[in-house]
């Protein structure tokens, strides 16, 4: 399990809303070139929504509202909710997170290049493995509860 994040982390992220509102659909776009290498992974997702771009710019916006949010999680609930039932649907496992922030991290460098610092990176990274924590929990709930089924 990920530590709280700090004032640090969530500053840096916030201050970089943005960049993400600006660049968020090629930082997506891009993350998602790189997960695809990984063939079993890139079976996991519709790819209809990948070629027409509605994955992608729904993660940016997911992302955005993130950064946006961090401060204030609560505002969150909801979306988050939604995303863990939609990767309970699609088969999503703790061990895929990994692989996602290994995709979006370096994607986030390629396309904020100078700007995305090594400090920036460290926060997002902070970041995103406290939101996968999240995730994770939720997601174990509902697999449990579809089992109990």
Same mark, same amino acid.
């Given at each position: 399990m990920s530590e709280p994040?700090?004032?640090? +982390?969530?500053?840096?992220?916030?201050? +970089?809303?943005p960049a993400i509102q600006q660049h968020g659909l090629a930082i997506t776009q891009r993350m998602?070139?790189?997960?695809?290498?990984?063939? /079993?992974?890139?079976?996991?997702?519709?790819?209809?929504?990948?070629q027409s771009g509605e994955q992608p710019?729904?993660?940016?916006a997911a992302i955005l509202a993130y950064a946006q949010n961090i401060d204030k999680?609560?505002?969150?609930?909801?979306?988050?909710? !939604?995303?863990?039932? !939609?990767?309970?649907?699609t088969g999503v496992?703790?061990?895929?997170?990994?692989?996602?922030?290994?995709?979006?991290?370096?994607?986030?460098? /390629?396309?904020?290049?100078?700007?995305?610092?090594?400090?920036i990176l460290a926060a997002w990274g902070k970041a995103y493995w406290f939101l996968a924590d999240i995730l994770i929990g939720k997601e174990a709930g509902l697999y449990a509860e579809i089992e109990a089924r």
């Open positions: 994040l700090n004032e640090t +982390t969530i500053a840096l992220v916030k201050a +970089t809303a998602y070139e790189r997960l695809f290498v990984n063939e /079993d992974v890139k079976a996991m997702f519709d790819q209809a929504a990948q710019k729904r993660l940016a999680l609560e505002a969150l609930t909801a979306p988050v909710m !939604r995303m863990a039932a !939609r990767h309970v649907e496992k703790p061990e895929h997170y990994p692989l996602v922030a290994e995709a979006l991290l370096p994607a986030i460098r /390629d396309v904020l290049k100078d700007a995305a610092t090594d400090e």
